[in-house]
């Protein structure tokens, strides 16, 4: 039984996905692209709510996971490929490990049992939507000018910026990660028990 | 919809309201910290399509998502590590629990 | 002169500072340096004097000029000593009274040894003040004396402080004179104003000048203000309330302070500033009729009480009172003969008294003594001295000056004055001889433990009794010849002693009254006033004869104390009107201990409830405020982060509705 539950689930979500992207393209006129786009937004839209709202830590972890997915779409429809493959690799990969790895961590027994949200989360909420909202209308009452097509960036194009006009920024971060990575295994060392 | 500047920054700045929420109204630490993921890759996905809207800033635009990334990467560690430190001391995930700065 | 002048005030002064220092340790020969000191000064004294009265002052005046005290710009005072006929005449009676009594406590405060020094520093203090008061010559060290001679009667009063009524008494002398103080000040400072000058003669000049210039503050109102302070210091109603309670102080106090020298103060006040008076003519009405009205009022006090000392006191007011009755009709020089005269025969009664209260062992009630002529010779024969001469009966000393007094009211159109001044002196010869009568005449009713004790004083106290007895009864004759009214008796002419004395004084004054000497005319109006005078005056003396007893001589009567009080009896609203001193102070307590002591409360109420309450108000606010804004720090991270965010939106969105604009 408990196959076909997840199997509902999963068509239901495919179902969810996929109608504005077959709503955009049918109706919208708009072009693969487009329907792509409106596929991938409500995707990450979607589990972008669930990562903040879900009891379980770890299916919000998951739900997280998805999120980025949907989101290095997005960069490939935005025409930066390379940015895609980073954020799976470095996101997905490295970053939501860790997060998974800290969840397990700081697990304790009656975790689920508790509540979810904080006693403020009703404002925040309020704040939240206030934000958006305000963040819309100031993108959409902005000029942007000349807003071309996007373009699609070739690799050797962005390498040759990267490792030249960018050099700098591109060796601190290293010196940068350097850092966070001693820092951080410093700071979660365990206490030398006296002997 | 895919070739509005409009339509990608509607979207980053709606991902970044739900991570904001995420981070004000949920009480484990590690939600905290991935809603603030959630919100660093908001501003990514600005920073992306800014750059391939605007001919002026071709290729800037990705690379300045990459060094985002790096950095994220590198505050989610830190922050991480804080958490289990934290954890080890206080014995709970929760935030509204860590008061000891309390009057 | 320069040396001389200053040395009358600073010996006295100097005897004040030594005995202070070190009058403790020596005992009972502590009086030595304080009555030297004093005789000194009073010897001086007679020499700058004899030098004044004789012409010897090129004009009239000598001034001696100290240093500068207050050199401001503007407003420039300096200390200087001034000597005139006036301030001659008053240092006659000052130095030499005070002399008097200083030698008198010698013996009367022998038996309390601890207070010793302490009552000569005091009375030296007090000399020092009084002899600064009469030689300053600009207002503002007249007031600092006025003062100091203030503070002096204060200690001197409560000088036996542990008695609760000598507290209170000194207390209420203090608080009393301070009303009058306060106009007297005001009335220097609208002299200040209205002239720009604090010196006396400077200021009165401007003040009188011909021209017809519209001061600030009317010369009538300064007048009365200055009035204002001579009432507190010489007790005139209403402030005459703290005399007769300051008969709490040792009797050699009372007759120094309170009969001689401090209460004239005003009077000297009043005169030194005659041409600001002239100037007024309302003020001098009111000057005239304040006076009468005390005079009257405390005469009649005086008829039914007890105490010896108190019926000296009201006497005391009733004296001061023709005396400024004197100055409010013009007879300027009236009051100065009165004040000379009254201040040796009053200092020589209180002194008697204090003789008297001695001899009978601290008895001050009438009623238990009687009797005592034999026992006490001394006392017996100068008090009769005394109260013969405050009667008014010629020709001792009382009579001329009580007489000019009232003959000038007359001629002057105060005839309502002259008249009350009229039954004052019956009530004055009736009490005084009510006095004699109750303490020397008919049996004795002292006290059976005491009668066998009952001793002259030792001569150091009857001596001065009878130095002081003889001006009591020449004074008036020598300072009224050859001017009248024996004069023209006796077909002379001229103006009197004092009065040539006093003329280069108050010619000014004069002049702006349009007055001029009117001719005696014994044989006329002036005759009929004396007689009058002599009349009423033995008729009170006689009528106290008649009911209190008299053994003069050969004249015997007894005293008749039944009828005494049968006539007590026939009118008894005025009897216990004048037995509660017609109920002033009962007044003046509903007034100003009960009323004002609502009011106090009232205000200590508001200050601890209101006002308090609004500054505490404050702080609770404070601190409730602080308390409910502390509730933000809440010490969880997302309540913080939640501010943040509403911060950023409300910044962005109003970034955004401005820029929409």
């Known amino acids: 039984m408990r196959a076909w539950l997840y199997l509902l689930a999963a068509a239901v979500a495919g179902a969810v996905i996929t109608t504005p992207a077959l709503l955009v393209y049918a109706f919208a006129g708009g072009t693969v692209d487009d329907a792509l786009f409106a596929a991938l937004a409500t995707l990450m839209l979607v589990s972008g709510l669930a990562v903040v709202t879900m009891r379980d830590i770890i299916r919000c972890g998951l739900a997280m996971i998805v999120c980025f997915l949907a989101l290095a779409g997005i960069y490939v429809v935005a025409g930066a490929p390379l940015v895609a493959a980073a954020q799976v690799i470095v996101y997905i990969g490295a970053i939501s490990v860790l997060i998974l790895f800290a969840i397990m961590l700081t697990q304790s027994k009656d975790a689920p049992a508790r509540l979810v949200f904080q006693t403020q989360a009703v404002p925040a909420a309020v704040a939240a939507v206030v934000l958006a909202v305000l963040i819309g209308l100031g993108v959409s009452s902005t000029d942007w000018g000349e807003a071309s097509r996007r373009a699609r960036l070739a690799t050797d194009a962005l390498a040759g910026v ?24 410093f700071i979660a060392k365990r206490e030398r028990e006296p002997d | 919809m895919a070739d509005s500047l409009d339509a990608y920054l509607i979207l980053a700045g709606t991902l970044f309201a739900i991570g904001t929420f995420g981070f004000l109204a949920r009480r484990n630490a590690i939600s905290m910290l991935m809603s603030i993921e959630l919100m660093l890759n908001a501003v990514n996905l600005a920073i992306v399509a800014f750059g391939s809207f605007i001919p002026a800033l071709k290729a800037d635009g990705s690379v300045i998502a990459l060094m985002v990334m790096a950095v994220a990467a590198a505050e989610a560690t830190v922050g991480l590590a804080i958490v289990i430190a934290i954890y080890r001391n206080r014995k709970t995930p929760l935030v509204d629990e860590y008061d000891a700065m309390r009057r | 002169m320069d040396t001389l002048i200053p040395l009358i005030a600073a010996l006295p002064m100097a005897g004040f500072v030594i005995t202070a220092a070190i009058g403790r340790r020596l005992g009972r020969r502590a009086f030595w340096i304080p009555v030297l000191a004093v005789a000194a000064s009073w010897a001086i004294a007679m020499v700058v004097v004899v030098t004044a009265l004789t012409g010897g002052f090129a004009e009239g005046s000598y001034t001696v000029r100290l240093w500068d005290w207050i050199p401001a710009g503007g407003f420039h005072v300096e200390v200087a000593f001034v000597v005139d006929n006036l301030t001659a005449c008053l240092l006659i009676v000052v130095t030499t009274i005070g002399l008097l009594v200083h030698v008198y406590s010698i013996g009367y405060m022998a038996h309390d040894p601890a207070g010793y020094w302490r009552f000569f520093a005091y009375l030296n203090l007090f000399m020092f003040s009084m002899l600064l008061l009469v030689l300053a010559d600009n207002w503002l060290t007249v007031f600092v004396a006025w003062e100091l001679v203030g503070l002096c009667s204060y200690l001197l009063i409560g000088f036996w402080y542990r008695k609760n009524s000598a507290a209170l008494a000194s207390k209420k002398a203090f608080l009393v004179n301070r009303v009058g103080d306060v106009g007297f000040a005001l009335g220097i400072m609208a002299v200040w104003v209205d002239t720009g000058t604090l010196n006396i003669q400077e200021s009165i000049h401007i003040l009188t000048s011909e021209t017809l210039v519209a001061f600030p503050i009317p010369v009538g109102l300064i007048a009365l203000l200055i009035f204002a302070g001579a009432m507190g210091k010489s007790a005139q109603f209403p402030l005459h309330v703290w005399l007769p309670d300051a008969m709490e102080g040792p009797t050699p106090v009372s007759a120094l302070i309170h009969a001689a020298t401090m209460v004239n103060a005003g ?53 001061l009172g023709y005396m400024f ?22 200092g020589l009664l209180f002194l008697g008294s204090g003789s008297v209260i001695h001899a009978v062992h601290e008895e001050q009630d009438m009623r238990k003594m009687g009797g005592l002529a034999k026992k006490i010779p001394h006392t017996y024969w100068t008090m009769l001295i005394g109260a013969i001469a405050i009667a008014g009966i010629p020709p001792l000393a009382g009579f001329f000056s009580k007489d000019e007094i009232l003959g000038e009211a007359y001629k002057l159109g105060f005839q309502w004055v002259w008249a009350i001044g009229v039954v004052v002196a019956i009530m004055t010869a009736f009490y005084m001889f009510r006095l004699i009568g109750l303490t020397f005449w008919g049996e004795s009713r002292v ?35 050859p001017g009248p009214p024996l004069g023209p008796l006796l077909g002379l002419e001229g103006p009197g002693l004092l009065a040539g004395w006093l003329e280069p004084v108050y010619e000014h004054g004069f002049e702006i009254l349009g007055h001029h000497e009117a001719e005696f005319a014994i044989f006329g109006i002036d005759g009929v006033l004396i007689l009058v005078s002599v009349a009423v005056a033995t008729g009170g003396m006689l009528a106290a004869w ?116």
């Open chain 1, 162 to 185: 990267l490792f030249d006009q960018y050099v700098l920024p591109f060796e601190v971060v290293s010196v940068l990660l350097l850092a966070a990575v001693i820092g951080g295994v």
């Open chain 3, 267 to 319: 009077v000297y006040l009043v005169a030194r500033a005659n041409p600001i008076f002239a100037s007024a003519p309302e003020t001098m009405v009111v000057v005239a009729g304040i006076g009468i009205f005390t005079a009257i009022l405390a005469a009649s006090i005086a008829m039914t009480q007890t105490d010896i000392k108190r019926v000296l006191a009201y006497s005391t007011l009733s004296q």
């Open chain 3, 325 to 346: 009755a004197a100055l409010g009709v013009g007879a300027w020089t009236a009051a100065i003969f009165h004040l000379m005269t009254h201040g040796f025969f009053k």
């Open chain 3, 447 to 481: 006290e059976v433990a005491v009668e066998p004790t009952i001793h002259e004083s030792p001569r150091v106290m009857t001596i001065p009794l009878w130095l002081l007895a003889i001006p009591s009864i020449v004074l008036g004759l020598i300072l009224a010849w």
């Open chain 3, 546 to 661: 008649r009911l209190f007893g008299v053994e003069i001589g050969p004249l015997r009567g007894r005293a008749e104390p039944a009828q005494v009080k049968a006539i007590s009896a026939r009118v008894p609203f005025l009897y216990r009107a004048s037995l509660n001193k017609w109920w002033f102070d009962d007044l003046n307590h509903l007034l100003f201990i009960v009323i004002g002591g609502r009011v106090a409360a009232f205000a200590w109420w508001f200050d601890a409830k209101v006002v308090d309450g609004i500054v505490n108000g404050i702080g609770t606010v404070a601190r409730l405020s602080g308390g409910g804004l502390a509730r933000v720090q809440t010490g969880h991270v997302q309540n913080y982060a939640l501010g943040i965010a509403v911060g950023l939106i409300v910044m962005v969105g109003s970034y955004l509705v401005i820029a929409g604009r």
